[in-house]
């Protein structure tokens, strides 16, 4: 029986990008809408493997801020790019700020690449940042302009 991509996903965030974390921040909690988290950071000199635009990088300067909100059930995530060049950078240049992603979790990360690569569907990056945690990005923009990012589920707490 063929692999149901989605079969096992589940919503995790809305990501926007922005050029000024701090701003943003600043702007949507005076609105009452938002309370972030605290602010975590990607950093690509400590990732295990990273792969843009199916290329390998050995290495890489690449941080970006990053922060989360919750209203009900749903998550937000601001994301801004601030050293090197991840592929933040790029939309940034060609859309600007706005809506970059739309993340899930996944139970089995390789699996769901391998089935998402065997539809034609081009993945931008993959971060995998110790054994067991890791994500990537795929482009389905030829059709309604989304980019979805696939989580490894954090094991479960016994």
């Not at 993959?126 to 067991?132: M, W």
């Amino acid at each position: 029986m063929q692999n149901v991509i989605g079969q096992n996903w589940e919503f995790h965030h809305v990501a926007t990008i922005v050029k000024d974390m701090d701003a943003a921040v600043k702007y949507y909690e005076s609105l009452g809408i938002f309370t972030f988290q605290p602010e975590f950071a990607l950093d690509a000199t400590t990732y295990v493997e990273y792969e843009v635009y199916g290329k390998q990088v050995s290495k890489s300067n690449d941080k970006t801020r990053m922060r989360f909100a919750s209203i009900g059930p749903y998550r937000i995530e601001l994301v801004s790019p601030v050293q090197g060049k991840p592929i933040y950078v790029d939309f940034l240049k060609e859309k600007g700020e706005g809506i970059h992603h739309i993340a899930f979790y996944v139970d089995d990360l390789e699996a769901e690449i391998k089935n998402l690569k065997a539809k034609g569907i081009p993945m931008l990056t993959k971060v995998r940042r110790a054994p067991g945690r890791g994500f990537a990005y795929f482009d389905l923009r030829k059709q309604g302009g989304v980019i979805i990012e696939i989580i490894q589920r954090p094991p479960k707490q016994a």
